[in-house]
């Protein structure tokens, strides 16, 4: 982390609570910082709970990165009853008797889920349509025509509860994916209809819930956490001299390969640049100091 006139820098882990809204969280940890610069890598739902990775002064640059992490979530499905958001905090549009749904067939269902599906984006998400969040449509009654995009269920895990026609599940998934979709798409491939009922963010990439803090405990990490686990560039000062004027420059004296993108640190370990492809080059993506 730094500080100086800028105010501080770095990446946060907090554990959000049920009730806030993914911008709550930004606006208090701005309070509790000192700084309007703070920004979130990926939006959870008021009524979930978990990992929201902020972003804080010149680490907000970097959440773009961030927002491609796979996440995992747990949560519960319900069969039997569909709602209106696809979650336990809307209204029931419908009911059907599931009864007679055996565990073993819910396994089989849930396993032709995993792998790269089609999924349409619930009303209740926060993509845009003609300027306008599907939330904001969807609040006055209304509802628009969604494309289907493509998502990767990773892992899409079930087991019993004491309860009839209610299971714990375990997800892994790409970024993008819409859980209480996976949920609402089992029920109807079971024959009748679910929802979905305590979500919880385990982890967003290699940030998991163990190491989060409440926002009012925020506990900053330094930039190059943001890459934690990732491919690591180091480079001795003159390179560091260029990358601090943003030079586009050639692989080999950057001393990348591959796909990128690129941190690019000092022999201390101060993230300063991300480099991405340019051609057969590396061109800054982000430029931390200068």
Same mark, same amino acid.
Do not use: N
């Given at each position: 982390?730094?500080?100086?006139? &800028?105010?501080?820098?770095g @990446?946060? @882990?907090?554990?959000?609570?049920?009730? %806030?809204? #993914?911008?709550?969280?930004?606006?208090?940890?701005? =309070?509790?910082?000192?700084?309007?610069?703070?920004?979130h #890598?990926?939006?959870?739902?008021?009524? *979930?709970?978990?990992?929201?990775?902020?972003?804080?002064?010149?680490?907000?640059r970097?959440?773009?990165?961030?927002?491609?992490?796979p996440?995992?979530?747990?949560?519960q499905?319900?069969l039997g009853?569909?709602?209106?958001?696809?979650?336990a905090?809307?209204?029931?549009?419908?009911?059907?008797? +599931?009864s *007679?749904?055996s565990?073993?067939?819910?396994?089989?269902?849930?396993? =032709?889920?995993?792998?790269?599906?089609s &999924?349409?984006?619930? +009303?209740?998400?926060?993509?845009?349509v003609d300027?306008?969040?599907?939330?904001? @449509?969807?609040?006055?009654?209304?509802?628009v025509?969604?494309?289907?995009?493509?998502?990767?269920?990773?892992r899409f895990?079930?087991?019993?509860t004491?309860?009839p /026609?209610?299971?714990?599940?375990?997800?892994?998934? #790409?970024? /993008?994916?819409?859980?209480?979709?996976?949920?609402?798409?089992?029920?109807?491939? !079971?024959?009748g209809?679910a929802?979905?009922d305590?979500?919880?963010?385990?982890s967003?990439?290699?940030f998991?819930?163990?190491? $989060?803090?409440s926002?009012?405990? @925020?506990?900053? !990490?330094? +930039?190059?956490?943001?890459?934690?686990?990732?491919?690591?560039?180091?480079?001795?000062?003159d390179?560091?001299?260029?990358? $601090?004027?943003?030079?586009? +420059?050639d !692989?080999?004296?950057?001393?990348v390969g591959?796909?990128?993108? %690129?941190?690019?640190?000092?022999a201390?370990g101060?993230?300063?640049?991300?480099?991405e492809p340019?051609?057969?080059?590396?061109?800054?993506a982000?430029?931390?100091?200068?």
């Open positions: 982390m730094s500080g100086g006139r &800028q105010g501080p820098d @990446i946060a @882990i907090v554990d959000k609570e049920a009730g %806030w809204t #993914s911008h709550d969280v930004v606006a208090r940890a701005r =309070g509790v910082l000192g700084t309007r610069k703070v920004g #890598s990926g939006t959870l739902d008021p009524d *979930a709970t978990g990992v929201l990775v902020l972003g804080v002064g010149r680490a907000t970097l959440l773009r990165f961030l927002t491609l992490l996440k995992t979530y747990t949560c499905i319900l009853t569909e709602t209106s958001t696809l979650d905090s809307g209204e029931v549009t419908a009911e059907h008797d +599931m *007679a749904v565990f073993e067939e819910v396994v089989a269902v849930t396993a =032709g889920l995993v792998g790269e599906i &999924q349409v984006p619930p +009303m209740v998400s926060a993509i845009k300027g306008r969040r599907l939330y904001e @449509i969807a609040r006055e009654g209304g509802e025509k969604r494309a289907a995009r493509s998502v990767t269920v990773h895990d079930v087991l019993e004491d309860d /026609g209610i299971y714990e599940a375990l997800v892994e998934c #790409s970024s /993008g994916t819409y859980v209480r979709s996976l949920a609402a798409d089992l029920g109807t491939a !079971l024959g209809g929802h979905l305590g979500l919880r963010r385990l967003v990439g290699p998991r819930d163990a190491e $989060a803090t926002v009012e405990g @925020i506990d900053l !990490l330094p +930039m190059a956490e943001a890459f934690r686990g990732g491919e690591r560039v180091v480079v001795d000062e390179v560091a001299g260029d990358v $601090a004027h943003g030079r586009v +420059m !692989l080999d004296r950057l001393g591959g796909t990128g993108p %690129w941190p690019v640190h000092t201390d101060s993230l300063i640049a991300v480099y340019h051609r057969d080059r590396a061109k800054p982000v430029v931390l100091v200068g």
